[in-house]
């Protein structure tokens, strides 16, 4: 599952969404922030999420994506390349 976060609503797409995620038992979701340039993949780890938050071309490193090569920079552009 993947968020972008909408400026209007910051407080609830950090906040607000990872108590009902965590509700749900989602073991993974991003949160792609266009305003600060970054994505931070949240982790479900016993009962609460591990955040890490990654910029530039930092590689995504996805436990659910193992075989995932994308860096932060190619998410906030929406593209791959090839």
């Not at 407080?11 to 995620?21: L, N, V």
């Not at 600060?36 to 995504?60: R, W």
Request: charged letters at 25%; aromatic letters at 10%.
């Amino acid at each position: 599952m993947a968020e972008v976060v909408s400026p209007s609503a910051k407080t609830e797409d950090y906040r607000a969404k990872r108590i009902e995620y965590c509700v749900l038992d989602i073991p993974e979701y991003w949160i792609v922030d266009l305003v600060d340039h970054c994505v931070t993949i949240c982790v479900f780890e016993e009962g609460s999420y591990i955040d890490f938050v990654l910029m530039d071309d930092t590689a995504i490193a996805s436990p659910i994506f193992p075989n995932l090569q994308l860096t932060a920079t190619q998410i906030l552009a929406g593209k791959r390349e090839e």
